[in-house]
């Protein structure tokens, strides 16, 4: 049983930052592609950013310059730190975690791997609400 628990979501106003953790017991990180995606009420999930390992850090278009995925490796945490976020980034985070390579599922993208709901593991997810 994979344990991964989102926290930091929360209702903030346009143009705000908001900062999630993620716990998890998975290990070791280095084999890991870890990540966050998001889903909205009526919409398809979406991966948001990720993390290859030790390696490449990949962004999604919407998210670029504005958010920053790290993590500790030590304490077998992920963050998201989310700056200037607008209506549109309201929805549930998801923290997940997929064994690398990645494409052994299909996947051909860190981004597109985020995305299936079919393939890792994740956890219940942080609210984040944004409004104007």
């Known amino acids: 049983q994979v344990r991964l628990e989102e926290s930091g979501g929360d209702s903030v106003q346009v143009g705000g930052s908001l900062r999630l953790s993620c716990s998890t017991d998975i290990k070791p990180f280095s084999a890991y592609l870890m990540g966050w995606f998001r889903q909205a009420p009526g919409k398809e999930r979406e991966g948001v950013a990720g993390?290859?390992?030790?390696?490449?850090?990949t962004y999604a278009d919407f998210v670029k310059g504005r958010f920053t995925v790290s993590k500790d490796n030590a304490k077998n945490e992920l963050f998201l730190e989310m700056k200037n976020l607008q209506p549109e980034d309201s929805a549930m985070y998801y923290c997940?975690?997929?064994?690398?390579?990645?494409?052994?599922?299909?996947?051909?993208?860190?981004?597109?791997?985020?995305?299936?709901?079919?393939?890792?593991?994740w956890g219940l997810g942080t609210q984040v609400t944004v409004s104007s």
């Open positions: 997940m975690a997929i064994p690398l390579p990645y494409d052994r599922a299909g996947a051909e993208s860190a981004l597109a791997a985020l995305s299936r709901d079919d393939y890792g593991f």
């Open positions: 993390i290859e390992g030790d390696g490449p850090i």
